[in-house]
Nanobody, 127 residues
Framework: QVQLMESGGGSVQAGGSLRLSCVVS????????RAWFRQAPGKEREGVAVIDANGRISYADSVKGRFTISKDILKNTLYLQMNDLKPEDTAVYYC?????????????????????WGQGTQVTVSS
């Protein structure tokens, strides 16, 4: 059974930084593709960044140049380094994973593309 556990959320002022972590446990062969989503109040969950099964990385346009997704294979942990945070980045951030082996693009990936989800971690950015 696959489990994803996020941590690292919090409250920061605009321009600040946070690093989110997501530890993946269980059947990791089912989690080659790993991503971050976020959901702001009253909005749909949207893709933020993804590392697909072939190691290709992509970002949503809204976070390009500010956020960096990475993974530590030995620790089986996915990270999201968020710099120059803006109030519009305020949301619950979710880690997601699936075994899909094709190309995945952050701007078009959907919730239905991922079978495993973490519980979410709140990020609040004040102006």
């Amino acid at each position: 059974q696959v489990q994803l556990m996020e941590s690292g959320g919090g409250s920061v002022q605009a321009g600040g930084s946070l690093r989110l972590s997501c530890v993946v446990s269980g059947d990791t062969y089912s989690t080659y593709c790993r991503a971050w989503f976020r959901q702001a109040p009253g909005k749909e969950r949207e893709g933020v960044a993804v590392i697909d099964a072939n190691g290709r990385i992509s970002y949503a346009d809204s976070v390009k140049g500010r956020f960096t997704i990475s993974k530590d294979i030995l620790k089986n942990t996915l990270y999201l380094q968020m710099n120059d945070l803006k109030p519009e980045d305020t949301a619950v951030y979710y880690c997601a994973a699936d075994g899909y082996l094709g190309t995945v693009v952050a701007g078009t990936m959907g919730v239905a593309d991922f079978g495993y989800w973490g519980q979410g971690t709140q990020v609040t950015v004040s102006s």
